[in-house]
């Protein structure tokens, strides 16, 4: 940053993704760098594809299909000081910290077998991945 940049409240992320699974899971993390290097996690938000619409009702993912995810991030109220950067991380697994995910649509907390998942993750013209952070204004 060549000047701090403050903001605070809800933030969240818009994923556009495609998987070769039939289900996953999508983390997005977003941590400060100081000027030395130094990272600083300040929030994590999850989402498990088949969930991606409906708790009530999963859908499977057609394999290699982009689609969007609106990713919470929970709240923070942070600035983050001239010569800090920001450093956004898209995965597909925090095990142990997260439950599992066997990516085959089946039963992750019974079933054994899994497949590996290629992850796309887009950033064009009509699929601007991002973070919205509600950036406020010098006090």
Same mark, same amino acid.
């Given at each position: 940053?060549?000047?701090?940049?403050?903001?605070?409240?809800?933030?969240?992320?818009?994923?556009?993704?495609?998987?070769?699974?039939?289900?996953?899971?999508?983390?997005?993390?977003?941590?400060? %760098?100081?000027?030395?290097?130094?990272?600083?996690?300040? /929030?994590?938000?999850?989402?498990? &594809?088949?969930? +991606?619409? =409906?708790?009530?009702?999963?859908?499977?993912?057609?394999?290699?299909?982009?689609?969007?995810?609106?990713?919470?991030?929970?709240?923070?109220? %942070?600035?983050?000081?001239?010569?800090?950067?920001?450093? /956004?991380?898209?995965?597909?697994? &925090?095990?142990? +910290?997260? =439950?599992?995910?066997?990516?085959?649509?089946?039963?992750?907390?019974?079933?054994?077998?899994?497949?590996?998942?290629?992850?796309?993750?887009?950033?064009?013209?009509?699929?601007?991945?991002?973070?919205?952070?509600?950036?406020?204004?010098?006090?």
């Amino acid at each position: 940053m060549t000047e701090p940049l403050r903001f605070a409240g809800p933030l969240s992320a818009v994923l556009y993704a495609a998987s070769s699974a039939r289900d996953t899971d999508w983390f997005v993390t977003l941590s400060e %760098v100081d000027a030395e290097g130094k990272i600083f996690q300040l /929030v994590q938000g999850v989402i498990r &594809a088949r969930f +991606r619409n =409906s708790m009530k009702r999963p859908e499977l993912l057609e394999p290699g299909t982009a689609y969007r995810y609106e990713i919470d991030l929970w709240h923070t109220g %942070v600035e983050i000081p001239a010569g800090g950067r920001l450093r /956004v991380e898209v995965t597909s697994a &925090a095990f142990p +910290r997260f =439950s599992r995910n066997l990516n085959t649509g089946g039963n992750n907390e019974t079933e054994t077998d899994f497949v590996a998942a290629e992850q796309t993750v887009f950033h064009d013209a009509g699929r601007a991945s991002c973070v919205m952070l509600p950036v406020i204004g010098r006090i």
